[in-house]
């Protein structure tokens, strides 16, 4: 077969980047790659790491003959590949050779109609397959071991996080955890030190393969916390702006935006100013702004944070309302615990740039793994305990505090540390008389009360131990009263550190 082996083509210009010919039928294609010069073959990718490497291959009607590598001038049989011949596509194909060693490391070939080169094989535009761990195509959002620094500040610190398509994710957490950095990064807007991410299998971002695809070309759309309307465009351009640089035709173009407006209610408004609309309504176009084009997943960063909080809690319903009747995976980051715990499927919940707890809004708020999370996500009380809990009958656990004291707990005992006991403030009761029966029944003295509508909370102390409660307004102790607290063993949860 080797005799019968069409020309093979030499190239012995190795100042160049990369070298491609290809024509329809019998043709030669040929890759020199420069020192750490990466390119994309269809849904694999490959770094060059050798200016001297080249492969030049023979296609006839028969299909691609023997490959040969061109090194140094001299002619090196390398393998077969069984492609079909005389179709209108090039075959591209990559070569890694080890010279010192005379190795084959790596050798890939695809098909790819060659009008697709420039928007889809360059390898700064798409994304191919790292190569490394298995990426997971039914997930909407993968990310893997993120790291983002600033100087010797580490912002986050190996984040690793997953949504299922359709979904409503929350970062949530303090000011300065790295929430909004993660997503910056998921839009392209933040470059990551380290890590990956991948939206709906595809790798948007990978440091080990050099692979950061272009924000403008990740099929995201983000919504801002100043809503970044433009003042001098009436509503309906503010929305169609994004088709307009699409270059999406002007009947469509029409249809669309009239459609978004529809479904944020701001139809009839479609030719006013934009600078006469109030905050939910500018709130409104944002959001008409970013779903107009159909993008895979909607980014909303703190959106509701400047609305009063009337408002506020009305556009919530309206955004998850949205999102699901579009059916479109929307990540979201706030640092409101309501927000999150209202609006999501899942809840990943950060402190100081790493993940504390990923699960849902549920068990986040009433099995915490920490007690960062139990604080964090609603308001909780911390009872830190001395030595390893022990299981008693009944199924509950009974744990030891430092400062003397037991407390009674449901479950069995956690094969993790354990630092303490959480207790949220509304499942902690006051009253006047002690309880007829009961676990974990104490006897406090309030100290502070504050009105919150329909709630009242108090600070109690409990030996020397400050607590807070939260019950229903209707019952009002006073300052200096001695009431009696109980919490069920099912409310009382051990955490870790």
């Given at each position: 077969m080797e005799d019968e082996a069409p020309a093979l083509l030499q190239l012995r210009d190795e100042g160049r980047r990369h070298c491609r010919v290809s024509h329809l039928g019998a043709v030669a294609v040929l890759f020199l790659g420069a020192a750490l010069h990466q390119t994309r073959v269809g849904d694999g990718c490959r770094r060059l790491v050798d200016a001297r490497k080249a492969l030049a291959v023979g296609i006839g009607d028969g299909g691609v003959g023997p490959a040969r590598q061109v090194l140094e001038g001299g002619l090196f049989p390398i393998q077969s590949l069984g492609i079909p011949g005389r179709m209108p596509f090039s075959v591209d194909i990559i070569l890694e050779y080890d010279i010192p060693n005379m190795k084959l490391t790596t050798l890939q070939a695809v098909r790819m109609p060659p009008d697709h080169w420039n928007e889809q094989m360059h390898p700064a535009d798409g994304a191919c397959d790292t190569g490394n761990a298995p990426l997971s195509p039914d997930l909407a959002l993968e990310i893997v071991d993120?790291?983002?620094?600033?100087?010797?500040?580490?912002?986050?610190?190996?984040?690793?996080?997953?949504?299922?398509?359709?979904?409503?994710?929350?970062?949530?957490?303090?000011?300065?955890?790295?929430?909004?950095?993660?997503?910056?990064?998921?839009?392209?807007?933040e470059k990551p030190s380290s890590g990956r991410i991948s939206l709906f299998g595809k790798p948007v971002y990978d440091s080990s393969m050099n692979i950061e695809v272009a924000t403008e070309k990740r099929d995201v759309s983000m919504v801002f916390q100043s809503y970044a309307i433009w003042p001098h465009m009436s509503v309906f351009e503010n929305v169609a702006y994004g088709l307009r640089l699409r270059r999406v035709p002007k009947a469509e173009i029409e249809e669309r935006v009239i459609r978004a407006l529809s479904m944020v209610g701001l139809k009839e408004q479609a030719y006013r100013q934009s600078t006469m609309l109030s905050g939910g309504q500018q709130q409104r176009v944002a959001l008409a702004r970013s779903f107009v084009f159909d993008p895979k997943i909607l980014l909303f960063d703190e959106p509701l944070s400047n609305l009063d909080a009337k408002l506020r809690a009305q556009m919530r319903v309206e955004l998850k309302e949205l999102t699901t009747r579009l059916g479109i995976t929307a990540v979201y980051v706030t640092h409101d615990q309501e927000e999150a715990l209202s609006m999501s499927d899942h809840v990943v919940v950060l402190q100081d740039g790493i993940v504390r707890q990923q699960t849902d809004p549920f068990t986040a708020y009433f099995r915490p793994e920490n007690a960062f999370v139990a604080d964090f996500m609603g308001v909780s009380n911390f009872l830190p305990i001395a030595g390893a809990a022990r299981e008693i009958a009944g199924g509950l656990v009974?744990?030891?505090?430092?400062?003397?004291?037991?407390?009674?707990?449901?479950?069995?005992?956690?094969?993790?540390?354990?630092?303490g006991v959480a207790i949220k403030a509304s499942h902690l009761q006051p009253q006047a008389e002690p309880p007829e029966s009961g676990d974990n029944v104490w006897r406090m003295e309030v100290t502070h009360r504050s009105f919150v509508g329909d709630l009242m909370e108090y600070h109690l102390d409990w030996e020397g131990r400050e607590l807070r409660a939260r019950t229903l307004s209707s019952r009002v102790f006073d300052v200096g009263d001695k009431v009696y607290c109980s919490v069920a063993p099912e409310h009382a949860v051990l955490v870790a550190p």
């Open positions: 993120l790291r983002i620094c600033y100087g010797d500040h580490e912002a986050v610190r190996g984040v690793t996080i997953s949504a299922k398509a359709g979904t409503h994710l929350t970062l949530v957490g303090p000011s300065g955890c790295g929430k909004t950095t993660i997503l910056r990064s998921i839009a392209g807007l009974e744990a030891d505090l430092t400062d003397g004291g037991k407390v009674i707990c449901a479950g069995a005992v956690p094969d993790k540390e354990v630092a």
